[in-house]
């Protein structure tokens, strides 16, 4: 549509930008950030405590780490100085349950008090069988892992939680060096390697991944990322295919993927946008903004609108949040004004 050209553009920057980690929300300096308390306990699935299982938070958004823990005899744990977010709460594999991932949402109200949230979470055990419970995380990674492996990652994780990015790469280097087939941080090094832009080192790290867990769809949909953020298109929609064979409830592979193909291929792009937001429409609310574009290219004013209305009321103090209203008043108006130039019967 005339005139939308330029805010189109800012949106295909906006989206850009996820690809560098962005994140959604207005940005809180750290004198004005409410930190709140995360309170949890494990069970087994009979009900029984589970004790000393390895857990670790991470944002949802970026799978950033933000800290580890070991929960204690009747299965406790806590996470202290938690920002409002988005996150994941994972518990490591044991000789008899299985890796978990539960979501966590941290908005309390109201949301300018500290706060003490409690999940309560349930571990499934390992089945006898070979299948894996739908929803469960294979344990098929990081099973041995030395122990000073393990304490220099867990310095890593210390140092980006605490914004100390360099010596968090010095630390996941050096628990590579001690375990090479260490797949947690090789992913998280790959992972903060693209954050800083350093996106050859960040593809060498996270390209040996395929070997160490050659089932996994999450160091596919990483390497993808690098990938695009490379101008590597049909590179990156080859891993995202590949990841999506492996799990195809991916709402991120499914979301990148139609970033990967929106520019040659719009009509499967705009496929995969959509498949992204039945799965989590909440994580993949970008996705309206990319299928209001494909709309708006083809002359839908209206279905543009609509997508742009439903991230807005998704998102509405994002990033892209500002754009999107520019685009839906522009859109609005030039419907309008076609309406009055339109010849009378």
């Known amino acids: 549509m005339p005139g939308t050209g330029r805010l189109w553009l800012g949106v295909g920057l906006a989206l850009a930008l996820v690809l560098a980690g962005a994140r959604s929300g207005s940005a809180q300096s ?51 100085f938690v920002p409002e977010g988005e996150y994941l709460i994972e518990t490591y594999q044991t000789a008899e349950l299985e890796a978990t991932s539960t979501s966590f949402q941290v908005r309390p109200l109201p949301r300018e008090r500290p706060a003490v949230l409690h999940v309560e979470i349930d571990i499934p055990f390992k089945p006898p069988a070979a299948t894996t419970p739908p929803g469960v995380i294979a344990a098929d990674v990081d099973v041995d892992v030395p122990k000073e492996a393990l304490k220099l990652y867990r310095a890593g ?12 790469v010095a630390k996941f280097q050096e628990a590579i060096k001690a375990y090479p087939s260490y797949y947690m941080a090789r992913l998280d090094l790959g992972r903060e390697l693209r954050r800083q832009k350093r996106l050859q080192e960040a593809e060498a790290v996270l390209v040996g991944l395929r070997q160490i867990a050659p089932k996994r769809a999450e160091p596919l949909v990483e390497h993808a990322l690098v990938l695009l953020e490379l101008q590597r298109r049909k590179e990156a929609a080859t891993e995202l295919r590949s990841a999506l064979e492996m799990e195809e409830g991916n709402w991120a592979a499914h979301f990148y993927l139609g970033w990967a193909l929106i520019e040659e291929q719009p009509d499967e792009a705009e496929a995969q946008f959509k ?8 994580k993949a609310a970008r996705a309206h903004l990319a299928l209001a574009r494909l709309a708006d290219a083809k002359g839908q004013r209206e279905l543009s ?14 990033a892209e949040s500002d754009i999107a209203r520019s685009l839906v008043e522009r859109l609005r108006k030039s419907g309008e004004q076609s309406k009055g130039s339109a010849p009378r019967p």
């Open 30 to 80: 750290s004198a004005t950030t409410v930190y709140h308390q995360i309170d949890g306990r494990l069970h087994a699935s009979n009900g029984q405590a589970a004790s000393n299982i390895h857990v670790r938070l991470l944002r949802a958004d970026t799978r950033r780490p933000i800290g580890e823990t070991f929960s204690l005899s009747r299965g406790e744990f806590v996470f202290n």
């Open 157 to 168: 994780l210390k140092a980006l939680a605490d914004d100390n990015q360099a010596r968090a």
């Open 275 to 282: 498949r992204a937001l039945e799965l989590d429409e909440q």
């Open 305 to 318: 609108i609509k997508h742009l209305d439903e991230y807005l009321a998704l998102v509405p103090n994002g």
